[in-house]
């Protein structure tokens, strides 16, 4: 059973859901807001949405069926907010190691994934931040939502719903590990084409190869092979 809660305004998404975890007993509970005032992205980074038009969304999940390791959970829940959005953009979008979605050039989603205990259950708390309507970015060369990478205006509520409804559903039935690492890599950003790094504050060139099952990106430099752990890297596009 899942359920969709929301509110008109909230800090954070992730942080909030937690309060109806206290009274519900459901696998997959969801809260959403359309003004998200302190968003937090992956690793400390800062989310800012613009008020009504863009999601933010948490998922809460029960762990107990979960038989997966947080790495390739972490890849699961990427390839379905991938395919998701794809679907909707009739546009091949692609998932930018670790768990951001593009989509023709542009970051349209931020994944942050945290593993939290409440009232006795673990719970991956899946967050979302999805840039729907927005037509303006400043100085955020790199940013797009589905208005400006498809040309379609969303109907915010429907679409909330009809996410809610695909992730829970598909959560309902993980893949072995092997597909959802093939999955990964076959829709991969900028897998297998020459690209320009940052590393150690550092350019230079390489070729993304793969990411592995342990959370690593395997980039082919001018040296060879290397290994790469989240914030070790950063890709400039």
Known sequence: MSQLFSLKECSSTNDEISK???????????????????????YGN????TAGKNLAYTLA???QNILCSDFIFNYYTAIIVRDFLANLADNDAKIKWPNDI?????KIVGILIEKKKINQNNYFIIGTGINVL???????SNAGSLLTQTGKAFDLEDFTLNYHEFLSEKLKNIPNDQEILERFNDNLFRKDTISVFEIDKQRQNGII????????????????MHSFYHKEVKLLY
Do not use: M
């Open 134 to 140: 927005q037509d303006k970015f400043e100085e955020i």
């Open 102 to 106: 593009i989509l023709k050039g542009k």
């Open 46 to 49: 800062v989310w800012t949405p």
């Open 61 to 63: 999940v029960n762990t």
């Open 20 to 42: 109806f975890l206290l009274y519900e007993n459901s696998d997959f509970i969801g809260l959403h807001t359309f003004n998200q005032t302190k968003g937090r992205g992956q």
């Open 209 to 224: 190869r793969k990411a592995d099952d342990k959370g690593n990106l395997w980039i082919e430099l001018e040296d060879g």
